[in-house]
């Protein structure tokens, strides 16, 4: 058997390309649109699910409390302020609903796996005392 540049290839180590498509050079593969960034306008509706289960308040006090603006925190904002306000949230979601990160992450147009990476990096945080108890859970 040969490799695709010419060589040969002893028969154990061949891989089969049966089936497999091959592309014309230069494509670079199959092209994908760019990830699409929360906007402003993504923040209104999870600011209106929050307002139902009467937690808007204590959404803006903990973003306020972090000196990030709401749509910051309820968007893909990277900004620390934002980052740090989003964890809080997220960890009083968990607290005061006891929601799984599936429901959170539903809640906030977020994937579970990010719910739980936030839930870490606020739990760091706060055990490292940086946070100063700005976890919006009262305690």
Do not use: N, W
């Amino acid at each position: 058997m040969t490799a695709f540049d010419g060589r040969k290839v002893p028969e154990s180590h061949a891989v089969s390309t049966e089936g497999a498509r091959r592309r014309p050079h230069g494509t670079g593969g199959a092209k994908r649109a760019p990830k699409r960034l929360r906007t402003d306008a993504d923040a209104k509706p999870i600011e209106r699910d929050l307002a139902e289960l009467g937690v808007d308040e204590d959404a803006r006090r903990i973003a306020r409390e972090h000196g990030a603006l709401m749509r910051d925190v309820l968007g893909s904002s990277r900004m620390p302020k934002s980052v740090a306000a989003r964890d809080a949230l997220i960890d009083f979601l968990c607290k005061r609903f006891r929601y799984s990160t599936p429901e959170v992450g539903k809640l906030l147009k977020m994937d579970h796996s990010s719910v739980l990476e936030a839930k870490r990096r606020h739990k760091e945080r706060t055990s490292d005392g940086q946070d100063g108890g700005k976890d919006g859970s009262g305690a």
